[in-house]
C-alpha cells in the first residue's frame, strides 16, 4: 500500500517536472518493476537494495540500461531523497553508430511508387520535413496551416512547439488523403483509434523502404541530404527542433563526399 503510494507520488512529480508522457511511462514501468521485485516496505528499502538491483540486472541493451538507472535513480534522489554518493549510477558508455540513410532520389522514387494513399502520405510528410514518429502520429489537421504553408508542431520532444514549411507538392498529396479518408481530428487515424499507432508507423516504413529501417530513419535521411543540398545547419537545427546545434552537427558526418577531391 506503501509503495502504491510512492509509486503515485513518482507519477505526480514527473508530471509537476514537466516530463514527456513517453518518459513518464518508461519510468513508472521500472519503478513498479523495482518496487515489485524489492518487495519491501519502502521505509526499509537501503541504499544496499538500490545497487544490488542494478548490478544483478539483466540489461538486454545499453538502451535498456540507460532507462533502468534512470528510472530508479529518480525514485532514489528525487522522490526519497537519498544520497546520490551512496549508489553508483554511472552510465554505460554507448556505442557510436551512424544511422542508416537513404538518398532523395531512392526515398522519393519508393514513396511514389505506393499506391496506399495513407501510406504514401505519412512517408511523404514525414520526410518532406523530417518529423518524429510521436510528431506524425499527433499531428491534427487543424495543426496544417495551407494558407502560410506551414505546418505547427505542438508539444513535441521536451514540450516545444515549432513550425515548418509545407511544401504544395506535400499539401497536394494530403489534399487527396483527406477527401478519400475523411479522417476527424487527427491527421492519420487508425482502423480502430482516432490516432495512427506507432507500430503501424514502423510497420509502413518496413514494408516500403526495407526491412532494415524504422521510421526514425526518414528524419535521419531529410537532414542528411538536405545538408547535402546546401542546408546550413542552423536552418536545419531550427527544422529539427533542436535545443543545442551539436545535435545537429551529428548529421555533417552522413554527408556524402560528393565535393571532396582525392589527392591521389
Request: with cysteine; glycine share 2%; aromatic share 10%.
Amino acid at each position: 500500500m506503501i509503495n502504491q503510494k510512492i509509486y503515485n507520488i513518482c507519477k505526480q512529480k514527473m508530471y509537476y517536472l514537466n516530463y514527456s508522457n513517453n518518459t513518464i511511462k518508461i519510468y513508472l514501468h521500472y519503478i513498479n518493476e523495482f518496487l515489485q521485485k524489492i518487495n519491501k516496505n519502502i521505509q526499509r528499502i537501503g541504499s544496499s537494495d538500490f545497487q544490488n538491483y542494478i548490478n544483478s540486472y539483466d540489461f538486454k541493451s545499453i538502451s535498456q540500461q540507460n532507462q533502468v538507472i534512470s528510472s530508479i535513480k529518480f525514485l532514489y534522489t528525487k522522490v526519497l531523497n537519498k544520497k546520490y554518493n551512496k549508489v553508483n549510477f554511472d552510465r554505460p558508455i554507448s556505442e557510436k553508430k551512424l544511422p542508416l540513410v537513404i538518398d532523395n532520389d531512392t526515398i522519393l522514387n519508393k514513396i511514389n511508387n505506393i499506391k496506399n494513399l495513407k501510406h504514401k502520405s505519412i512517408l511523404l510528410l514525414s520526410y518532406s520535413v523530417g518529423l518524429r514518429i510521436s510528431e506524425i502520429i499527433n499531428l491534427k489537421i487543424s495543426d496544417i496551416d495551407s494558407n502560410r504553408m506551414i505546418i505547427n508542431i505542438k508539444q513535441s520532444k521536451g514540450k516545444k512547439d515549432r513550425i515548418v514549411p509545407l511544401s504544395i507538392n506535400v499539401l497536394k498529396k494530403l489534399r487527396l488523403y483527406y477527401i478519400s479518408y475523411k479522417p476527424i481530428e487527427y491527421l492519420f487515424n487508425g482502423q480502430k483509434s482516432l490516432k495512427y499507432s506507432t507500430s503501424s508507423c514502423n510497420k509502413i516504413v518496413k514494408n516500403y523502404l526495407g526491412e532494415q529501417y524504422h521510421f526514425h530513419t526518414l528524419r535521419h535521411s531529410c537532414f542528411t541530404n538536405l545538408l547535402e543540398n546546401g542546408t546550413d545547419i542552423k536552418t536545419l537545427k531550427d527544422l529539427a527542433g533542436h535545443n543545442d546545434i551539436k545535435t545537429t552537427e551529428k548529421y555533417l558526418h552522413l554527408k556524402s563526399f560528393k565535393n571532396l577531391e582525392l589527392l591521389i
